[in-house]
């Protein structure tokens, strides 16, 4: 199985930081990596797909990047609504697996 | 605008087995664009791929249950379904359905709300 870790496991920013998450896979997964938001209650949301890509609707400031196995959430200046946490996931193997999530709170 | 609900049982008993039905709206669940999958989350822990499921039939499940779970689909009804069976309380935790996009490199791309699943007798 493809494992993933995130790092940091959560964190503290004030609104209009710079926020980067890091989410690591165990073997190459090429760019099948995607970023999720979740808010309490809520079902996830998917931010961004394929490593990269926006997903309709979402806003500019986040913007994801990497391949193979290192990989980056970045929120360009953070925002009240952006306080969540934040999930990765390879879609690489048919054996889906989840990063253990990145919670973001307010400093 | 598609929509995706569970339904089923919020309480099932030590031993027996949990059964849930995700209902899909405004898509067809025989498109070969999409598949469906289920996803868990147990209190206060993070999100848990359980299984996948393509429109032939087809059937992936997460290797750390133990070859429980049973995913079908019914397009006659535009519903899949998802059986876990010897449930225990680890097995208590919000169980949501979602949509696999193809043309997004398989990303989750849509979800129903979810819906508690607590195991005790």
């Known amino acids: 199985d493809i494992q993933m870790t995130q790092s940091p496991s959560s964190l503290s920013a004030s609104v209009g930081d710079r926020v980067t998450i890091t989410c690591r896979a165990s073997q190459s997964i090429s760019s099948y990596l995607n970023w999720y938001q979740q808010k309490p209650g809520k079902a996830p949301k998917l931010l961004i797909y394929a490593a990269s890509s926006l997903q309709s609707g979402v806003p500019s400031r986040f913007s994801g990047s990497g391949s193979g196995t290192d990989f980056t959430l970045t929120i360009s200046s953070l925002q009240p609504e952006d306080f969540a946490t934040y999930y990765c996931q390879q879609s690489h193997s048919t054996l889906f697996t989840f990063g253990p999530g990145t919670k973001v709170d307010i400093k | 605008q598609v929509q995706l609900q569970e339904s089923g049982p919020g309480l099932v008993k030590p031993s027996e087995t949990l059964s849930l039905t995700c209902t899909v709206s405004g898509d067809s669940i025989s498109s070969s664009s999409y598949y469906w999958g289920w996803v868990r989350q147990p209190p206060g822990k993070g999100l848990e791929w359980i299984g996948t499921?393509?429109?032939?039939?087809?059937?992936y499940d997460n290797p750390s249950l133990k070859s429980r779970v049973t995913i079908s689909v019914d397009t006659s009804k535009n519903q899949f379904s998802l059986r876990v069976k010897s449930v225990t309380a680890a097995d208590t935790a919000v169980y949501s359905c979602?949509?696999?996009?193809?043309?997004?490199?398989?990303?989750?791309?849509?979800w129903g709300q979810g819906t508690m699943v607590i195991v005790s007798s």
């Open positions: 979602a949509r696999v996009n193809t043309g997004m490199l398989d990303a989750f791309d849509m």
């Open positions: 499921i393509y429109y032939s039939g087809t059937t």
